[in-house]
């Protein structure tokens, strides 16, 4: 997809909901408001910027279907149920998306060590690179990928609806946690039914901040792109 055709999508989403974020707040509307929309985490920080619900109201899907696809890769690699550890997929809902993998465990045990007592080898750029490769795959094949992410929001409106207090990887506006404002980036949230009711922060390593901040970036361009466009 060419520059000028990314631009145009881009700007027909925000403004088109916009649009419709408008018409559910003039119905009286004061809910939950939960972004699919692609770039996800554009396109949230566009809805979450124009003021339209409350504080934590609003925000994406993020990177909780990569997350969920990193877990069934690494389930395929290592033979083992996708209970017995957590994917976690942060930054970018894009190209740009990167994986703390000093939180991903195996029940507790780092995944270092798990990996040396199964004799697993991951190439760590291979996996993220795979969970990638997965969408386009998807997209290739039939054009469009709505079934993985209408699980993914069912599930997040599921916990919203039942107050589970549950934790997500989300698109949420960030307040200076992990030393960014202005943005949405995919990061742990618990979630109910007030929306995104806390951002976890979690201890990254050097090299694993370094990369969030690389993605972090590449949305804030995008962000700004967003701007210029819909000034036009």
């Not at 109910?192 to 361009?221: H, W």
Request: charge should be negative; hydrophobic fraction near 40%.
């Amino acid at each position: 997809m060419s520059a000028e055709n990314r631009d145009n999508e881009l700007i027909f989403t925000a403004r088109l909901i916009i649009s419709c974020m408008e018409k559910v707040q003039a119905s009286g509307f004061s809910g939950v408001f939960i972004n699919v929309a692609n770039p996800c985490d554009v396109i949230t920080q566009v809805i979450s910027e124009s003021g339209i619900l409350p504080e934590g109201h609003v925000f994406g899907t993020g990177t909780s279907l990569d997350s969920a696809r990193l877990t069934d890769y690494l389930s395929q690699l290592t033979g083992l149920d996708h209970n017995s550890f957590d994917g976690l997929v942060m930054g970018e809902h894009g190209d740009s998306q990167m994986i703390p993998w000093s939180h991903i465990d195996f029940m507790g045990q780092p995944f270092e060590k798990a990996a040396r007592e199964f004799g697993i080898h991951i190439d760590r750029e291979q996996a993220r690179k795979h969970i990638l490769d997965t969408a386009r795959r998807i997209y290739k094949g039939k054009g469009c990928t709505e079934f993985g992410i209408g699980a993914v929001a069912a599930s997040i409106a599921r916990a919203v609806f039942a107050d589970d207090k549950k934790i997500f990887m989300l698109s949420a506006p960030l307040h200076g946690e992990y030393g960014h404002t202005g943005i949405c980036a995919g990061v742990p949230a618990v979630v109910g039914q007030n929306g995104i009711e806390k951002v976890l922060e979690y201890d990254l390593t050097e090299e694993e901040r370094e990369q969030f901040n690389q993605s972090c970036e590449k949305i804030r361009q995008g962000v700004c792109r967003a701007h210029e466009l819909m000034k036009e």
